[in-house]
C-alpha cells in the first residue's frame, strides 16, 4: 500500500483541533503553562476571598490594624513579594484580650481580698460558732440563750467567755491524750440549781449565789480527777484561765471538789468569788 499524505489543509485543520496551552508568566518572573498558572490565580483569588470575610467580622479601629485587603491586593500585584498565609491573615487583625490597665488593677485587689476571706474563713476557732468576748451582765440563772455558747460535747453550756477559754483547754488535753475532757455539769438554770441543792444538800451553791448560774464554772467526770489527767489539768489549767479553786481543794474552806473548775477572770469580775 502506498503512504498516504496529508495535505497543507488536513494539517492546518488537524492542529486547530489541538486546544493551545498558554503560558503565562507569574509574578515572580517564572513561566508556567496555563493550566498551573490558572491554579495559581485561583489559589490567590482564594485568600483574598478568605480577607474579604475577615474585613467583614473584624473591624479596623482607630488606624490601629491596617487593611488586610489592599495590603493583600498589594502584595499580589507586586512581583517578588509573597502573599501572607490564610492563617496569619485571619489572625493578623484580632484585638488583644487582655483588660484595660484601670480593669485589670481593680481585679487585682479583688483578687487579693478574696484570698484574705478564703484564709480567714479557714481558720478554725476553738469553738466555732461562739463569739467569745465578756457578754453584758445578766441574772445569776437566768442567762439570755445569746450569753452562752455550747461546748464541744454537743450539750454542755458556758457563758461564751468561758467557753472559748474552755475549749482552748480542752484542744490542748486533746492533743495530749487523744479526747476530750468528759464533763458531767456546765451552766445551770435557777430551777436545775435549786434540784440540785435538793440533791446535794451542802455540797451545792444556794440557788442564786452559784458560778454555774453565771455561766463561770464546769464539773468534770470523776474520771479527770485522778492520774495523769489531773495532774496535766492542774499544771496546764491556769495557763488558759481554767482553775479549781483554792476553796475546793483539800485544805481548803471547801467543799472539796476537785471535778469544779471555774473561768478565774470571769468569776472575779462577775461572779461569786472567795478569796480563801
Not at 455539769?185 to 435549786?194: D, F, I, M, N, V
Not at 495557763?239 to 476537785?258: C, I, Q, T
Amino acid at each position: 500500500m502506498g503512504s498516504h499524505r496529508l495535505t497543507s489543509d488536513q494539517t492546518s485543520s488537524t492542529r486547530h483541533d489541538v486546544p493551545a496551552v498558554a503560558m503565562v508568566r507569574t509574578p515572580d518572573g517564572s513561566e508556567g503553562t496555563g493550566h498551573r498558572g490558572l491554579s495559581r490565580v485561583i489559589g490567590r483569588l482564594g485568600v483574598l476571598g478568605a480577607l474579604v470575610a475577615v474585613t467583614l467580622v473584624i473591624p479596623v479601629t482607630q488606624g490601629a490594624v491596617g487593611n488586610p485587603l489592599a495590603d493583600a491586593a498589594t502584595a499580589a500585584s507586586t512581583p517578588g513579594v509573597r502573599l501572607p498565609s490564610t492563617v496569619a491573615a485571619l489572625t493578623a487583625g484580632l484585638p488583644s484580650q487582655l483588660p484595660p490597665a484601670s480593669l485589670k488593677s481593680t481585679t487585682d485587689v479583688d483578687t487579693a481580698e478574696a484570698i484574705q476571706t478564703v484564709s480567714r474563713s479557714a481558720e478554725r476557732t476553738a469553738l466555732p460558732g461562739c463569739a467569745g468576748g465578756r457578754p453584758p451582765a445578766g441574772v445569776n440563772g437566768e442567762l439570755p440563750e445569746s450569753s452562752l455558747c455550747t461546748l464541744f460535747d454537743g450539750h454542755t453550756q458556758m457563758r461564751s467567755d468561758a467557753a472559748v477559754a474552755f475549749a482552748e483547754l480542752n484542744q490542748a488535753f486533746v492533743a495530749q491524750f487523744g479526747a476530750d475532757l468528759c464533763l458531767a455539769s456546765g451552766y445551770r438554770t435557777l430551777a436545775q440549781q435549786r434540784a440540785v441543792k435538793a440533791q446535794k444538800g451542802g455540797l451545792a451553791a444556794a440557788p442564786g449565789k452559784s458560778n454555774h448560774g453565771w455561766g463561770l464554772a464546769v464539773d468534770l467526770c470523776s474520771s479527770e480527777t485522778s492520774g495523769a489527767h489531773w495532774a496535766w489539768l492542774n499544771e496546764n489549767g491556769p495557763l488558759y484561765g481554767m482553775d479549781n479553786p483554792a476553796w475546793a481543794r483539800p485544805g481548803g474552806s471547801g467543799p472539796h471538789e476537785k471535778w469544779h473548775w471555774e473561768y478565774t477572770k470571769g468569776v472575779m469580775e462577775d461572779g461569786e468569788y472567795w478569796d480563801h
